[in-house]
Structures are given as C-alpha cells and as structure tokens.
Nanobody, 119 residues
C-alpha cells in the first residue's frame, strides 16, 4: 500500500525551528521528485520546496528561501523539511508530495501535519 506519512509538526514560537519528516512506503522514493506544500486557512495550497530524485537540485518559494531546507535520504525512503526562523505567516498544514519522474500523472499526497507559529 502506497503511503506518505508526515510528522514533526507542532506549535513553535516565532524565530523557532521545526524539522518535518515524510516517510514513504509502498514505493521507492529515489524514482520520485519530492515536494513540500502548505495550505493556510482560507488560502490555496502552495508549493514550498522541491528536490529532484537524487537531491542534486532544490527549489524554494520566495517566502521561505534562506530559512527552509529540503533534503532526502533515499536509503531511508524519507524526505525532510528543516524550517528555521519561523514566522507566524508560516502557520499552515504542510503536505508531502511525490511525483514519479517521467510519469506526471503518477502522484501521491500525504495526510498533512499542522505547523503553528505563535507566541
């Protein structure tokens, strides 16, 4: 059974850090482009960061550049999002997304993990 399971969310004060994890099962992560998205209340889901199948290239939304880092460990079938210098506007549900390289319609979503930045 194909699954993406996010963890690591929670409540953090402004300026703090969190590390999200996304564990994949039922498929081999190294064949997939992996991304993190987020959706704040009343807003559309937006792309936060993407890493290629080998992790050699990464891209970030302007709002998180310099503060967030996406990484992957294909041996552990896991993707991470290190979030530093968190701001209240980073509050959202964060979702892990997998897209099979060469098969744009083969995609999977995780169930999401809540990140709340508040004092």
């Amino acid at each position: 059974q194909v699954q993406l399971v996010e963890s690591g969310g929670g409540l953090v004060q402004p300026g703090g850090s969190l590390r999200l994890s996304c564990a994949a099962s039922g498929f081999t992560l190294r064949y997939y482009l992996m991304s993190w998205y987020r959706q704040a209340p009343g807003k559309e889901r937006e792309l936060v960061a993407t890493t290629t199948s080998t992790g050699g290239n990464t891209n970030y939304a302007e709002a998180v550049k310099g503060r967030f880092t996406i990484s992957r460990d294909n041996a552990k079938n896991t993707v991470y999002l290190q979030m530093n210098s968190l701001k209240p506007e980073d509050t959202a549900v964060y979702y892990c997304h997998a897209n099979r390289v060469g098969f744009p319609n083969l995609k999977y979503w995780g169930q999401g993990t809540q990140v709340t930045v508040s004092s």
